[in-house]
């Protein structure tokens, strides 16, 4: 009779326990949701400011060759590949809503996402390189994808070639066009 009264109360106790535990689940729910839309009023707002980018190249061949030569022999991405300014200005207005992470998650979080797959892809990218003479053999892109106001192009493949060895890049994910040019939007391992 003892372990049973033990073993109500255990069950009991651990029915609360649960209970507040979805409880304070459901109010961190909230509080994400509250600071996505708040995230997301800044991005649309963003949109109407009609900015474009700082520095791009002519044509999309030419943004992906600056950004490789530019994280090659200045160690940097600092002209050829978007800006954090860039993205909430340019990229996140046109593409909120097109089923990527940034629907769903707060623009904190989300930044340190695109950071962290920003470092491995340059990481990368310098080691299968590894300073040596490179040359783009070809690069075969996908069908063009219109985001709003910007055009993407997703490279199917970048061949390039290190002596007498070709290599095939694929950290970078997509390249954006915008009436100024076109910069490499999207990296990643």
């Not at 474009?52 to 044509?59: A, I, P, Q, R, Y």
């Not at 940097?76 to 590949?81: A, E, K, L, P, R």
């Not at 783009?136 to 490279?155: A, F, L």
Request: glycine share 6%; aromatic share 10%.
């Amino acid at each position: 009779m003892r372990n049973l009264l033990l073993l109500i109360s255990l069950f009991s106790f651990s029915f609360c326990s649960q209970e507040d535990w979805r409880e304070q689940m459901e109010a961190e729910n909230k509080k994400v949701i509250l600071r996505v839309e708040k995230d997301h009023q800044l991005i649309r707002a963003n949109a109407f400011k009609g900015s474009d980018w700082v520095k791009s190249s002519k044509t999309k061949e030419l943004a992906v060759q600056n950004f490789l030569h530019e994280v090659i022999q200045n160690k940097s991405q600092n002209d050829y590949y978007v800006s954090w300014d860039e993205k909430m200005n340019i990229i996140f207005p046109n593409i909120l809503g097109k089923g990527t992470l940034l629907d769903t998650t707060p623009l904190l979080d989300y930044k340190k996402v695109l950071e962290t797959r920003e470092t491995f892809a340059i990481t990368e990218i310098k080691n299968r390189i590894q300073g040596k003479q490179y040359r783009i053999t070809s690069i075969d892109w996908e069908k063009p994808r219109m985001y709003g106001d910007i055009v993407g192009h997703k490279p199917k493949t970048i061949k390039i070639q290190i002596e007498k060895q070709v290599i095939i890049l694929d950290q970078i994910k997509m390249v954006f066009g915008t009436k100024a040019g076109f910069k490499v939007g999207v990296i990643g391992p």
